[in-house]
């Protein structure tokens, strides 16, 4: 981490003073600080990514980042902090008003403060020099940022501000935070040739306890909630469970997996036990790959799925679009995200919704 540093949900520089701050969502603080953070390749196991990246966005961020010289997106990260030490000495700074308030388009609010208190900055950095962080949002980003660092490195001797294209604007926020919120994403499936419904749940029967909730009259959105709930207590006995709807049949259905019968899959061998423990991995594999042929070629092109994080609008979506069936999910735990991660594996595409996500434009840095 460099000495100049800045930001939080979204901050604004020209050279780099350190900005804690906080994003509010209703009942609960994410506090952290923006800063520098040294770009390094995933393979030092200083920076941990969690998700996969696409090539097309990182190439259109890469050109616009040559052209305009601009580091202009936060990247998310998480560190672990168990004592919350610095998010202590953050709240020592945050006494006065803010320097800045913003409302995001969720009339979300975001505070920064400026800080160029060198005692405390260097306090920071003692703090998170032994450190690895998992990045929670901005893979794109980070790897943009990695690639430009490796195309301008033979120009440090031109300008010794090049060398502060080794470091990107990052906004570091305690992974142990009760502010961490994650959403789940849910999967809205069609396009499946030959799709049966009643034909499918037998052959989730092979896999899964099945307890079927149909619909009477107007209560879909009733019998959503009881399913929700129902849900939610399937992840707290910790259990892999699932919500189905499927709108030809007008009923809902909670899955259960039975982990006795995960010997008849055919697993990515490169997968650790870790990995399978999540419930995106056991809908990935068993239910999407093994029941209804959706591979990593389709996943990655988006061919058969679409994805929403609120449970109800992925209901009314399904019906509007008359798409096939619609899978909920609960949340995946932080703890999980981190013991995937430290063992090594990438989660599954669209594993995670870190909400809010950082308000862009509020920070960024220009060095050239």
Not at 148 to 167: D, I, P, V
Not at 306 to 314: F, I, L, N, R, T
């Amino acid at each position: 981490m460099d000495s100049r540093g800045r930001f939080s949900a979204g901050p604004s520089a020209s050279h780099l003073p350190l900005f804690p701050g906080i994003s509010v969502i209703p009942a609960r603080t994410r506090k952290g600080f923006v800063a520098l953070g040294e770009v390094t390749p995933y393979s030092e196991k200083v920076v941990l990514p969690h998700e996969r990246t696409l090539a097309k966005p990182k190439q259109d961020r890469l050109n616009l980042l040559r052209a305009t010289l601009a580091d202009t997106g936060l990247v998310f990260m998480l560190y672990s902090d168990p004592k919350g030490k610095i998010e202590s000495l953050l709240d020592s700074l945050i006494s006065r008003p803010p320097d800045l308030t913003a409302l995001d388009l969720n009339q979300e609010r975001n505070q920064l403060w400026r800080m160029d208190d060198l005692a405390v900055i260097e306090e920071l950095q003692q703090a998170m020099r032994d450190k690895t962080v998992i990045i929670a949002d901005g893979h794109h980003r980070y790897e943009v940022a990695l690639t430009f660092r490796e195309e301008t490195a033979s120009r440090m001797a031109e300008a010794k501000e090049w060398g502060l294209y080794a470091y990107k604007v990052m906004s570091f926020v305690r992974l142990e935070s009760e502010g961490i919120t994650i959403l789940p994403i849910h999967r809205l499936i069609h396009s499946i040739v030959n799709f049966n419904p009643s034909e499918f749940l037998g052959r989730l029967a092979e896999f899964f306890a099945l307890q079927e909730l149909p619909i009477v009259g107007d209560k879909k959105f009733s019998v959503l909630a009881v399913l929700m709930d129902a849900l939610k207590k399937q992840q707290l006995a910790g259990n892999n469970a699932f919500g189905l709807y499927l709108p030809t049949l007008n009923k809902f259905a909670l899955l259960k997996f039975n982990r006795n019968a995960g010997h008849r899959i055919s697993w990515p061998g490169d997968k650790t036990q870790t990995w399978r423990k999540l419930d995106v991995s056991v809908l990935q594999v068993v239910i999407l790959g093994h029941l209804l042929g959706i591979g990593e070629k389709q996943l990655s092109e988006q061919t058969h799925l679409e994805y929403v994080s609120d449970h109800a609008d992925a209901i009314q979506m399904t019906d509007e679009k008359s798409l096939q069936c619609a899978f909920l999910l609960n949340p995946t735990p932080i703890e999980l995200v981190k013991e995937v991660v430290e063992a090594g594996d990438i989660l599954p595409q669209k594993s995670t919704h870190f909400h809010p996500k950082l308000m862009e434009g509020l920070v960024f840095a220009k060095h050239i």
